[in-house]
């Protein structure tokens, strides 16, 4: 059964990039699909045999990849509840996103190519979670960058999608240099890279030192700061986490399955797997408690100005990973997973939800140039509002049990680092709440703005302000005035809608019948080992002894988000924008996305960039080839051309050349004579 939910993908995709262009598009995304459906249905009935059942982990050797002196890489599946439950996650949602496909990219002319990289990168995130050892793992790691690559820059005649494209793969390589070294540091402490052989021996190395940049570092914690580093990469936390919104030019649907469900929750995946090395490395942890709390809070300010309906929920994402990470780096690691498993199914929907209101719009994306869309899209409408809720946390959702469950675990931990993501993860929830009822009411709500001829809005802000234009909408679109095309806003086909349900139904219940075997009274029995904690770790056992007001302020924080965003986008919509020119410095600071893309254009691409014309140049067209290549043969060009000047063709020039060799010979002698 693994072998085929891990090969099937990789058939699809072989199908549609070989034969897509003899078969033809619809062949290509009805196989892949139908192939990604059973996958997913494979992945349900192991996370069931897994996850509730007796079946324990099991390894299953597929073939032994290579052997280098002490180092032996086996190809082979490591199955445990945490594959099992990844495994969902990822399959679910990419058949799902396949499906939705199909509708959406209908008029893409280039569908064999699109199918056939989705199932692609399904393949590689499966090698990833299945992999047995670090090699393997970051094979498939590497592996899904580069199917990231290919879809973020699907669209290739676009130079800004093939500069996103660029960005995401660039700053990937920088996590990614860290985990290579982490992976080396731990083949030099436990010579092996296998899982089975490392996690058995790590309580041995504690204390154990390793010089490091002329310096002596507590090894188990510089090799989980290595690999914590390549996590900040692939799960876009704070520093490198500039590529994810860029990575929004790409199709809605790589949007739903890359930057929602699968490749970003990558490194918390990997630091979940890695738990019996971050339990010994305290130090390792508080850096990921740290990292996740600010990205937690970075990324929620810059998505309550954003209004690019994607790049508002691709903030989401940044900041609702920062809270997964908290959730691993206080040591509530299921709770961490499972913040990780809920936020699957209601980013998915928002993503897809989003697709399909700029399918409606006829491309339209900012938020600005929408409003008064429940009319016409009623059934999107409230599936987006399902997602909005349970990101929200609104109370019996699946947001509200998984990251509720974090910010509790922050205040259980009772240390300094866990006070401080305590604090972040609440003033984000409150954020969160509120620009993600920005984009609802501001998209749905109000008038119509994208029916008036002469609705500008000022650059100053949101433009919500000109929700008041009383604008007739039906009667410009009888009367052929409709500024999008001819057509009205329309609902997706529903070969689109129906993944949104079924994501729908996730986001409403995943909370509610997972909570107790995630976090509960089922935790030992549901993981059976697969997340390893110390046995001094109490975060789960603390965290039924919190004060009252603890488990109410996510609920009350989500509460004043909604009601602020009722105020300032249904009440007083000219609150917005004068609020944005009261403070202009920090509004242009937060639309900038505090100006992150900049400072790194300054510190690392220009000068880079400045550094490679110098020696391109200099270095190599004055000095290389200069004196090398093209010096060498300029001047054999130049005794060429002079040698050629003589053959005049003329008897006298010829005599008269012989005469002063035969002067020059005779010279010659005289002198050699003469000494």
């Known amino acids: 059964m693994y072998q085929a939910i891990v090969f099937l993908p990789l058939v699809g995709f072989l199908i549609a990039g070989l034969f897509g262009r003899v078969i033809g598009p619809r062949p290509s995304e009805i196989i892949t699909t139908a192939l990604l459906v059973i996958v997913a249905a494979l992945s349900w009935v192991s996370f069931i045999q897994v996850g509730f059942g007796s079946a324990g982990m099991t390894r299953i050797q597929v073939a032994q990849w290579m052997s280098v002196g002490d180092l032996v890489v086996d190809w082979a599946f490591r199955i445990d509840t945490l594959t099992a439950m990844m495994l969902v996650v990822v399959n679910t949602v990419s058949a799902l996103v396949h499906l939705y496909s199909i509708g959406y990219m209908h008029e893409d002319p280039h569908r064999s190519r699109f199918f056939a990289y989705l199932s692609l990168f399904t393949f590689a995130m499966l090698m990833l979670v299945t992999s047995d050892n670090l090699v393997q793992m970051f094979f498939g790691w590497e592996g899904v960058g580069l199917a990231s690559y290919l879809l973020i820059g699907f669209w290739y005649q676009k130079e800004s999608a093939n500069a996103a494209a660029m960005k995401a793969f660039i700053v990937n390589r920088v996590g990614d240099f860290g985990f290579v070294l982490g992976i080396c540091l731990v083949f030099v402490l436990f010579n092996s890279v296998a899982f089975d052989q490392i996690f058995p021996r790590v309580a041995d190395l504690t204390g154990k030192s390793f010089h490091f940049l002329g310096y002596d570092w507590n090894a188990l914690t510089l090799a989980c700061l290595l690999l914590f580093m390549g996590a900040m990469g692939k799960s876009a936390q704070f520093l490198l986490h500039t590529w994810l919104p860029d990575a929004m030019e790409g199709p809605t649907p790589v949007s739903a399955l890359i930057h929602a469900a699968t490749m970003v929750t990558a490194g918390v995946f990997m630091v979940a797997r890695l738990s019996p090395l971050f339990e010994y490395a305290p130090n390792a942890l508080a850096v ?94 409230g599936l987006m509002a399902i997602g909005t809720l349970a990101l929200t946390g609104f109370p019996f959702t699946a947001g509200y049990y998984s990251k509720d469950a974090i910010i509790e675990a922050a205040f259980a931990a009772h240390s300094p680092v866990g006070n401080f993501a305590f604090l972040s993860t609440v003033i984000a929830a409150f954020m969160t709440s509120f620009y993600s009822w920005r984009l609802y009411f501001l998209t749905f709500e109000g008038n119509a703005r994208w029916a008036d001829p002469h609705h500008h809005e000022p650059s100053a802000h949101e433009g919500a302000e000109h929700d008041e234009t009383g604008h007739d909408v039906e009667a410009a679109a009888e009367a052929g005035h409709d500024h999008h095309g001819a057509h009205m806003p329309h609902e997706s086909p529903l070969v689109m809608l129906i993944p949104l349900i079924l994501l729908a139904i996730g986001a409403l219940v995943a909370g509610f019948f997972f909570h107790g075997a995630f976090i509960g009274e089922g935790y030992a029995e549901f993981w059976k080992g697969a997340l390893f904690t110390r046995p001094d770790n109490h975060i789960l056992e603390e965290m039924h002894h919190l004060p009252g007001w603890v488990p109410l302020l996510p609920t009350i924080m989500m509460t004043l988000g909604f009601l602020l965003a009722v105020y300032m986008y249904i009440v007083d919509t000219k609150k917005p924008v004068q609020l944005a020119a009261d403070h202009p410095i920090l509004y242009q600071f937060l639309l900038n996305k505090w100006y992150f893309d900049e400072l790194y254009d300054a510190i690392f691409v220009r000068p880079t960039i400045r550094l490679g014309r110098l020696l391109w140049r200099t270095g190599d067209q004055k000095i290389i080839d200069g004196l090398g290549p ?46």
């Open 288 to 381: 990921v408690t740290v990292i996740g709390g600010i990205t937690a809070f970075f990324a929620a300010t810059i998505g309550l100005v954003q209004n690019d309906i994607k790049r508002v929920i691709a903030y989401s994402t940044c900041s609702q990973l920062g809270y997964m990470f908290v959730g691993l780096g206080v040591g509530a690691y299921g709770a961490g997973v499972f913040h990780l498993f809920t936020h699957a199914f209601f980013k998915a929907l928002l993503f897809l939800g989003a697709g399909s209101v700029i399918h409606a719009m006829h491309h339209e994306q900012d938020i600005r140039s929408m409003g008064g869309l429940r009319r016409y899209i009623p059934l999107t409408t």
């Open 630 to 675: 093209d010096g060498v043969s300029a001047r054999v060009l130049d005794i060429t051309r002079g040698v050629v000047r003589v053959q005049t063709g003329y008897l006298y020039h010829y005599a008269f050349a012989m005469l002063i060799g035969v002067a020059a010979l005779v010279t010659f002698y005289l002198f050699r004579g003469a000494h």
